[in-house]
């Protein structure tokens, strides 16, 4: 199912399209490196599906919602996100 995820790039925020697999044989979440992260809530914006959240200085996804789109993997500044 296709979402719009609000995406940054040098500086100006645009929409691009990204499909999930939410619902749909969903077996994968993005996962984050917590040593990594530095909480700056970009990847909490790119999200389509607010599986984003922050909690304890790092970037937390709550995998029974996250789609699997990699919208928050092309806006980590610090590439602590991957999903595999």
Same mark, same amino acid.
């Given at each position: 199912?296709?979402?719009?995820?609000?995406?940054?790039?040098?500086?100006?925020?645009?929409?691009?399209?990204?499909?999930?697999?939410?619902?749909?044989?969903?077996?994968?979440? #993005?996962?984050? +490196?917590?040593?990594? @992260?530095?909480?700056? /809530?970009? !990847? &909490? %914006?790119? =999200?389509?599906?607010?599986? *984003? $959240?922050?909690?304890?200085?790092? #970037?937390?996804? +709550?995998?029974?919602? @996250?789609?699997?789109? /990699?919208? !928050? &993997? %092309?806006? =980590?500044?610090?590439?602590? *996100? $991957?999903?595999?």
């Amino acid at each position: 199912m296709p979402f719009q995820a609000n995406v940054r790039i040098q500086g100006h925020a645009i929409r691009l399209p990204f499909e999930c697999t939410q619902g749909e044989n969903h077996s994968m979440a #993005a996962s984050i +490196d917590a040593e990594k @992260c530095t909480a700056c /809530g970009e !990847c &909490v %914006e790119a =999200c389509p599906l607010d599986a *984003i $959240t922050i909690e304890d200085n790092h #970037a937390v996804v +709550d995998d029974q919602t @996250c789609g699997d789109c /990699g919208a !928050c &993997v %092309e806006v =980590c500044p610090t590439e602590s *996100i $991957t999903v595999s």
